[in-house]
Antibody, heavy 118, light 107 residues
């Protein structure tokens, strides 16, 4: 089955760090660029970060640049999002998503909930 | 950054109705426009890429059109499972940006 499964969400204090992981299955992970998209409670979708399939180019939303780092390990078939200096406004569900080759997102994970609170 | 403006932000419709949602980009994005459906409490689902190309498995009652700055998503005959929130997204340039969403509710 083609799917993406996120893990690593949880409760973290403001200023803390958290690392999300995304495990793909059913397709060749190394062929696809990958994205993280988040959704604050009751709000819309927001692009967070993306990483290319080939040269490792990375892209970030202005709101997370310098605090978050996206990476991938094609040998372990895993996508990561290292989140630091977390703020209450970073709270929400974080979705891992696959980019269709040369196109847009065509597959979403079920999401990982991140709560930032003291 | 490219701003994406969706309208309306919400609408009420009946089963069987034809529904149209519009999405406007603040600058030209060619056909680099995607549409997503999100049911309550669920992850988004990809409907349309390239402004008008239906994703595999998406019923043909969904259609998309447009190029440049103005785009539309049409649902030809609304069914109970179509009541959800719909988002457009431009993928012409980073940072990628989403529209604010259109919530389709039952009248």
């Amino acid at each position: 089955e083609v799917q993406l499964v996120e893990s690593g969400g949880g409760l973290v204090q403001p200023g803390g760090s958290l690392r999300l992981s995304c495990a793909p299955s059913g397709f060749t992970f190394s062929n696809h660029a990958m994205h993280w998209v988040r959704q604050a409670p009751g709000k819309g979708l927001e692009f967070v970060s993306a990483i290319s399939s080939s040269d490792g180019s990375t892209y970030y939303a202005n709101s997370v640049r310098g605090r978050f780092t996206i990476s991938r390990d094609n040998s372990k078939n895993t996508l990561y999002l290292q989140m630091g200096s977390l703020r209450p406004e970073d709270m929400g569900v974080y979705y891992c998503a696959r980019e269709a080759i040369g196109s847009a997102i065509d597959l979403w994970g079920q999401g990982a909930l991140v709560t930032v609170s003291s | 950054d490219i701003q994406m403006t969706q309208s309306p932000s919400s609408l009420s419709a009946s089963v069987g109705d034809r529904v149209t949602i519009t999405c406007r980009a603040s600058q030209g994005i060619s056909n680099h426009l995607a549409w997503f459906q999100q049911r309550p409490g669920k992850a988004p689902k990809s409907l349309i890429l390239g402004a008008s190309s239906l994703q595999s498995g998406v019923p043909s009652k969904f259609s998309g059109s447009g190029s440049g700055t103005d785009f539309t998503l049409t649902i030809s005959s609304l069914q109970p499972e179509d009541f959800a929130t719909y988002y457009c997204q431009q993928y012409n340039s980073y940072p990628l940006t989403f529209g604010g969403g259109t919530k389709v509710e039952i009248k």
